[in-house]
């Protein structure tokens, strides 16, 4: 009955793969601040992860590597079609 609460709830026990449940009953008699605390931190420390591997990726040259791949697929499977429907409307004249 507590939205705020129960979204807290919701993003600690997603975050910690905690149950709802078990999160309650450590709280138990606890305030509403070491919650917030909490959920604060466990926050700050998946996002600080989440920007780490996001740099260490973007600074690996993986990227590059896996748009230069999807484009020669792309490029590959266009040309094939691109040849299909010129041969299909006989506009396949040889130079």
Known sequence: NQPGIANLLTILSSLNNETIEHIV?????????????????????????????????????????????????AGKIAYKKTAKIKRKLGLNILK
Not at 25 to 42: C, M
């Open 25 to 73: 009953a450590r709280y138990q008699g606890k305030g509403y601040g070491e919650l917030k605390k909490e959920v604060a931190q466990v926050v700050f420390d998946f996002l600080s992860e989440l920007q780490e591997r996001y740099r260490a990726f973007m600074a690996s040259g993986q990227l590059e590597e896996i748009l230069k791949a999807g484009n020669e697929k």
